[in-house]
């Protein structure tokens, strides 16, 4: 007579591999990172400046706040985040949170910070966000720094976020001419 053990035994172990792949999707495990490289002739970063805590609360909310100045129409062009320091360090850091700017209101620009950047070779990744297999941002830079290391035999000192259109995002490193 069976007790039913060996089918909650078998229940288990389907279980538990469904929550791994889950786990493994999400992570962004399956998903390839394409590393590509361009240049680029600059452009001027308009935004909010931010010190401090790279996982915190404060910062998340500086998007939302861009966000928001955006839709108002007071700021135009892409949402991008500029790191002064590696985005994965659990340090504090330097940020410049705003918008590659597109025409944005002389008067209003000077209520922001502005940052201008020549002319670079930009190394890279495209995510197209919401499809099953995301790569996780941090597999990315990961992917972007060893590009950089084995081609360039050097690091990169600033990394540039942004999002050129709905539901893309462009992980990419700043190399000096």
């Not at 002064?84 to 025409?103: N, R």
């Not at 941090?138 to 990169?156: A, G, R």
Request: glycine letters at 10%.
């Amino acid at each position: 007579m069976s007790t039913g053990f060996g089918n909650q035994k078998w229940l288990f172990i389907l279980l538990g591999f469904i929550s791994f792949g889950i786990v493994a999707i999400l992570s962004g495990v399956f998903a390839d990172v394409v590393v590509k490289e361009q240049k680029s002739e600059g452009w001027t970063i308009i935004g909010i400046e931010y010190n401090g805590d790279l996982n915190s609360k404060n910062f998340i909310h500086l998007y939302d706040s861009i966000i928001q100045e955006k839709e108002e129409g007071k700021l135009k062009g892409e949402l991008a985040v500029l790191f002064f320091s590696h985005p994965k360090d659990e340090k504090k850091g330097k940020a410049l949170v705003g918008v590659i700017d597109k025409g944005t209101d002389k008067e209003i620009k000077k209520s922001f910070v502005n940052y201008q950047q020549g002319p670079y070779k930009e190394v890279y990744s495209e995510i197209n966000l919401g499809e099953l297999f995301t790569p996780n941002p941090n597999n990315v830079i990961e992917e972007i720094d060893s590009y950089i290391l084995k081609n360039y035999e050097t690091t990169s000192e600033k990394y540039l976020e942004y999002y050129p259109k709905n539901g893309v995002v462009i992980q990419s490193a700043i190399l000096q001419n």
